[in-house]
């Protein structure tokens, strides 16, 4: 039963009900202050079916078995086992409720992640990963109420590599619209998605009405089945009553399911006379018209999204081939060298930064992952991952926090193989260098052949066309200069096409004279033509000047805010006035200013010291 690919969405009706609040239940029918709720399925197993059965009775098609705490830290000095502990709580629901489906329900652990606390990412997957095995006989797994997306990534992928099991995944959210972490609806949607999930939901958070539009955002950002289990109200300071009853409860749930969620319960402060009112509103029948799901070329980390729906720069100076600086910094772990140089790109306004490690001497599927960490720690902005080994690759895909992409895949059959199955793995975008086996066409037709063979490979993994950016190659015009027209020919089809193009422009003016000159204007050639991702020194004036220029000029800058914003001058009857020094931002905007700001103490130490 648990492996059937419609558990949540089942065809022969339109809602799956889930229960109601379990904690909520223990404490009105006698659990002692300060008692451990999961050791009740061994101590006092009566009350908890009592609960479970009472659900069942009200409606629910899914009862969540008493483990939402039930955690290796948790339970470590009780005198019992996870395993014994789990065991008991599925055992609980398939005595109580055995027409109902049993859900292994994980919770949050109870410490933060780094960089907020102390718990490494590992150690989150290896603590999830023993709930997971202890429940491997539920009929499915939730995940509930995480506030943290890397924590959320832990759980996931520890229930996805030790269980088949189907997985709904479900964050709470504040009153602003964020987890407490700071990640938006969006970011959660897209992320999980990729990442594999089942099923995605809201649950906690306030009440009902104040989900809905968030529901909405998820709605919009998945194509998989989207559930709402949130309390009944806010609870009362003085007696911990919830504020709604269980018709207001259902009235302010029903616009979510109007709009698409099919899956639907409570959480804190309901009980199953709110699932018995829930239940008995959908059989009253709903008039459903789902917000469409918005596919579209997008990355992000946990904070921020990135759209590509207009010129998106990738930062290119998180690579240490030619510099040496960076390459003693790579060999000394030097990592503040590296998060200087991510902020001075972040703050010269890239959107993406590419992030390649490989040097000699380096162990990159070692150095990768710290190295994303460290970066991830600081900087907001996704991150494209570059390399040419697919065990960095991985390693790093692994504990980067959001939707990233993977620079780069080529049309050869090995490479494809090797890279692409990581990234359907893990939900990333990913580039695709239109050269195969032959190297590096030498027109425009073959660059397109190219870029269809990965096209095509890529959809053969379930990956989304929108999910690959394609690479037309930019060779140097002191050697081949036919050959940028030939480039920007290939960008223009492609673009027509609405496929993403990305480029290392740079590469366009090697071994000549100005090369600022040659590789801005070349840049604002391939923007007219369409590329969209271009890989820059975005800390380069003539580069800044292009960009912001072309985001005028193609209307994607509205009137023109961020160009006047970014001018060194300001311009009013045809004169020309500097601004004075007192109109500058006090904080420069420099590496050590930013740390500051963000309030990384260690950092700023460091590049104070520098």
Not at 120 to 125: C, D, L, V
Request: overall charge negative; proline content about 6%; hydrophobic content about 40%.
């Amino acid at each position: 039963m648990s492996n059937k690919p419609d558990l949540f969405h089942p065809k022969d009706k339109p809602f799956v009900i889930l229960d109601g609040s379990m904690g909520t239940m223990l404490q009105k029918r006698g659990m002692k202050p300060g008692a451990i709720p999961e050791l009740l399925n061994i101590t006092d197993s009566d009350l908890v079916q009592s609960v479970h059965r009472d659900y069942a009775r009200a409606g629910s098609d899914i009862v969540y078995a008493n483990t939402f705490g039930a955690n290796p830290d948790k339970l470590a000095g009780t005198g019992y086992s996870l395993e014994d502990v789990i065991q008991a709580a599925i055992h609980n629901v398939r005595e109580a409720a055995p027409d109902c489906l049993c859900a292994l329900d994980i919770g949050p652990l109870g410490q933060l992640l780094e960089p907020l606390g102390t718990l490494s990412f590992e150690e989150a997957y290896e603590r999830f990963a023993a709930v997971v095995k202890a429940g491997k006989n539920a009929d499915l797994i939730v995940i509930e109420t995480m506030a943290d997306l890397y924590e959320t990534k832990a759980a996931l992928l520890a229930a996805k590599e030790h269980s088949d099991l189907p997985v709904l995944v479900s964050m709470t959210f504040q009153e602003d619209g964020r987890t407490f972490t700071g990640t938006t609806p969006e970011i959660f949607a897209r992320t999980m998605t990729g990442l594999g999930a089942d099923c995605l939901g809201i649950n906690c958070s306030a009440g009902p009405d104040t989900l809905v539009p968030l529901l909405k955002e998820v709605l919009a950002n998945t194509h998989l089945p989207v559930a709402a289990k949130p309390n009944a109200g806010l609870p009362d300071p003085r007696d911990g009553s919830y504020s709604l009853a269980d018709a207001d409860f259902v009235k302010g749930i029903l616009p979510a399911l109007e709009a698409g969620v099919t899956v639907v319960g409570g959480c804190c402060g309901t009980t199953p006379d709110t699932i018995r009112a829930l239940s008995a509103a959908i059989g009253q029948g709903i008039d459903v018209s789902r917000i469409p799901y918005e596919e579209k070329s997008f990355v992000c980390s946990a904070l921020q999204g990135v759209t590509v729906d207009g010129v998106r720069p990738i930062g290119e100076r998180l690579n240490p081939t030619g510099k040496k600086r960076f390459q003693q910094a790579l060999k000394d772990r030097d990592f503040t060298y590296l998060v200087s140089q991510a902020l001075e790109q972040t703050e010269a306004g890239a959107a993406i930064l590419d992030l390649n490690v490989g040097a000699p001497g380096i162990d990159e599927v070692t150095l990768l992952p710290e190295a994303v960490k460290r970066i991830q720690s600081v900087v907001d902005v996704p991150l494209q991952l570059d390399s040419s080994n697919p065990r960095a690759l991985e390693a790093a895909l692994r504990v980067y926090n959001g939707k990233p992409s993977v620079n780069s895949v080529s049309a050869e059959a090995e490479k494809l193989a090797a890279v692409l199955p990581l990234v359907q793995r893990y939900g990333a975008a990913v580039v695709g260098l239109a050269l195969d086996e032959e190297g590096i066409p030498q027109s425009a037709q073959k660059r397109l052949e190219n870029a269809q063979k990965i096209l095509d490979a890529c959809r053969d993994m379930g990956i989304s066309e929108k999910d690959v950016w394609i690479d037309c190659l930019s060779l140097t015009v002191s050697a081949q200069q036919e050959q940028a027209m030939e480039t920007l020919n290939a960008i223009r089809v492609l673009s027509e096409r609405g496929i993403q193009t990305t480029l290392g422009v740079s590469n366009i003016s090697f071994g000549l004279p100005d090369r600022p000159l040659l590789t801005s204007t070349f840049l604002t050639m391939a923007m007219t033509a369409g590329l969209r991702l271009p890989i820059v020194n975005v800390n380069s004036a003539p580069i800044r000047n292009a960009l912001d220029a072309f985001l005028v000029l193609s209307g994607q800058d509205e009137n023109a805010e961020h160009f006047i914003a970014a001018s060194p001058h300001e311009t009013g009857e045809g004169v020309s006035k500097e601004k004075t020094p007192e109109a500058a931002d006090p904080t420069d905007g420099s590496p050590l200013s930013q740390a500051i700001r963000k309030g990384l103490k260690e950092t700023a130490a460091e590049l104070a010291g520098d």
